[in-house]
């Protein structure tokens, strides 16, 4: 048991960790929906992926079958990015899986546990995708569904004296996991959203929006380091004081 608890914790480790690092080319995105665009849908399912590839190469063998946590990354694709993402995840995903049992002593039958519960899964959550919002409630109707396909599977490959000790700890593991991922999304887009928005506020003139002083000594600054040569225009504007005075009216 505590060999089970150990390998899930070290999937759960990878996974913020990951989760963490591959969010910042997000940061300054506005939120990924399925109707963004195409590019970051994709990048997202290609993100998760490796994700999911790392915590397969970090699986605990039983009986042939890898155990891992590689489901709540696909998962939180199909989330954020609806069938596509999750579609993009789920193919580099088997591909991994194909690498992993070409290079070690792994079964056939694993792999065809992995293609049938992967394929099902993104199905099955897609679908439901295109109906439910991007929700914790969501997040967690998806992970009741990967559990069950997950169970269903390793029931046919373990003996019944290690399938109760998995599936009990994957089952905790993967509620935990998934919740405590999508928090940590939750906070990192807010903590940069608020950053931008401090940012924004030391810049520009809260009342008309104008690029204050700070960021022409910026943008001098960085004119100093790159260019050679340029131009500087001085506008005084008179009688700005009306405008003020409009504003505030």
């Known amino acids: 048991m505590l060999t089970i608890i150990n390998a899930f914790f070290i999937n759960l480790c990878i996974l913020f960790t990951l989760f963490t690092i591959y969010f910042l080319p997000f940061r300054n995105r506005p939120r990924l929906t399925p109707q963004s665009p195409l590019k970051g849908r994709i990048l997202l399912g290609v993100q998760t992926g490796l ?4 915590l397969l190469v970090n699986a605990l063998p039983f009986e042939g079958v890898l155990i891992d946590l ?3 990354p696909v998962l939180l694709a199909v989330l954020f990015g609806g069938w596509v993402s999750g579609a993009v995840a789920g193919i580099i995903l088997l591909i991994g899986r194909s690498l992993v049992l070409f290079f070690t002593d792994g079964t056939m039958l694993g792999l065809y546990l992995a293609i049938a519960t992967i394929v099902t899964l993104i199905v099955l959550t897609g679908l439901l995708r295109k109906r439910m919002d991007n929700t914790r409630s969501t997040l967690l109707v998806f ?4 559990i069950t396909i997950f169970g269903a599977a390793i029931y046919t490959a373990l003996p019944l004296n290690l399938f109760y000790p998995v ?13 405590a991922a999508y928090r940590l999304l939750l906070e990192l887009r807010r903590h940069f959203e608020n950053v931008q928005h401090q940012q924004q506020l030391a810049r520009t003139d809260a ?5 204050n002083r700070r960021l022409l000594n910026e943008a001098m600054a960085n004119l100093t ?6 131009a500087l225009i001085l506008v005084d504007i008179d009688h700005f004081k009306r405008v003020n005075a409009t504003c505030y009216t």
Not at 51 to 54: H, R, S, V
Not at 143 to 146: E, F, G, H, R
Not at 225 to 230: C, F, M, P, T
């Open 51 to 54: 994700i999911a590839i790392l």
């Open 70 to 72: 590689r489901n709540i």
């Open 143 to 146: 992970t009741t569904i990967s």
């Open 167 to 179: 599936l009990i700890v994957y089952t905790l593991m993967s509620y935990v996991g998934t919740c």
């Open 207 to 211: 009342l008309t929006g104008i690029a």
């Open 225 to 230: 380091v790159e260019a050679e040569e340029y």
